[in-house]
């Protein structure tokens, strides 16, 4: 397995565990608290969501479309 692939895998991975937390912290009734009265999700909410996604999209860049 090519290195840039198994980087690929690792990063999808990790990219898809940071937006479960992300998704997990932003249904906590602390997290539900401040979004209704600030309009948006707590700074570690939005970090965790931000980057599972771009790690998520950087993990299927180098793990199935690079060549």
Do not use: C, N
């Not at 979004?35 to 939005?46: A, C, L, M, S, Y």
């Amino acid at each position: 397995m090519k290195t840039e692939k198994l980087v690929g895998l690792i990063l999808l991975v990790v990219g898809l565990i940071l937006l479960y937390f992300g998704y997990q912290s932003s249904q906590s009734v602390g997290d539900q608290i401040s979004e209704t009265i600030t309009g948006r999700f707590t700074d570690e909410t939005t970090w965790f969501l931000v980057g599972g996604a771009a790690a998520t999209v950087a993990g299927i860049f180098l793990a199935f479309i690079r060549k």
